[in-house]
């Protein structure tokens, strides 16, 4: 019987594949199964994976001969993965010696639906740990109880899938948004969240997360970028009444990230991102959404209402912040 299984999504990834491999041997089990699926690869990707075929127990490959995109590629692993348990690696990060086994324990001592876990963000030799954003660890609580209050960091504004454990059971809550080039996993937490019974935060921080990192999505202004759209369509599609604040702010705060480094974009697409985003902006709640840029810094409310001028003033009383806490 498999305990877990791990879905390892990569798409010419030559670079960092070897290093993401050789952390998965470190944590290897005969309980564990890696599945690895290679997106389209054309560089060594493939030539590297083979390569581990004899050093990694329970390795197993997929490939699609064309790219399907990183939503559509974890499904595929999703749908190989034969473990009680199951977990995400990007291809261009990696694991400290025995992450895995301290994951499955965690929770197979809780016994809830997933666990959310802390990890390490990589820019060179830098590394910081970056917790989780709820303080109460080792308790298993309603993953509806963890999305709200609006005007804080919540555990919706901490969508990475990597970063824990789920109970394969869950199936379709674990599905992600196929159509999504990027911003997958905001609909992703957000119906994780809304949906599964049960779920707990611990202390543990074995993901190591490779930050900028030329060609991944985060740095490359191209159309998929627009996906952000549709990623918070699918947020706001039959949402309930009392996450609409949390849903605009989170919604809100991104978007003025987004534009902070519109440089990216090319002047037509810039034009489009831009329009999507002032009409996105005022179909949704006027009260809610001026409320939400008003509790934003300065620098950041001055971004929206330069996209949407005729945003009218908030009712409530101005709450200035000197850090946005969605990033």
Partial sequence: MITLSVV??????????ADALTSLCRNARHDFEFIVVDDGSVDATGA??????RDLPGLSVLRNPAPVGLADARNTGLSAASGRYVTFMDGDDWLAPGYLARLVEAIDGLGCDFVRADHVQVEGRKRVVHRAPLARRGAVLAPREAILPAG????????YAWAGIYRRSLRDLLHFPGSLHTAEDRPWIWRLHREAATFAVVSL???FY????????????DERQL???????????DLEPE????????????????????????????ARFEERGAHMVRALPADVVSDSV???????????RALVPDLPPSPHVRVRRDREETS
Avoid: W
């Avoid at 390892?8 to 594949?17: A, S, T, Y």
């Avoid at 804080?152 to 969508?159: E, F, I, K, L, S």
């Avoid at 978007?255 to 002047?267: G, N, Q, S, V, Y």
């Avoid at 008003?294 to 929206?304: H, N």
């Fill in 48 to 53: 590297i994976v083979e390569d581990f075929a």
């Fill in 152 to 159: 804080v960091r919540t555990m919706v504004d901490y969508p």
């Fill in 205 to 207: 921080a074995g993901v």
């Fill in 243 to 270: 996450f609409m604040p949390k849903a605009v702010r989170n919604f809100c705060a991104l978007l003025a990230h987004h534009l902070e480094i519109a440089d990216r974009f090319t002047p037509a697409l810039r």
């Fill in 210 to 221: 490779r930050r900028m990192v030329s060609g991944s999505l985060t740095q490359v202004g």
């Fill in 8 to 17: 390892v999504p990569v798409r010419d990834g030559e670079r960092f594949i």
């Fill in 294 to 304: 008003a509790r934003m810094s300065a620098e950041r409310e001055a971004t929206l």
């Fill in 227 to 237: 996906h952000f759209f549709d990623a918070f369509d699918l947020v706001f599609k």
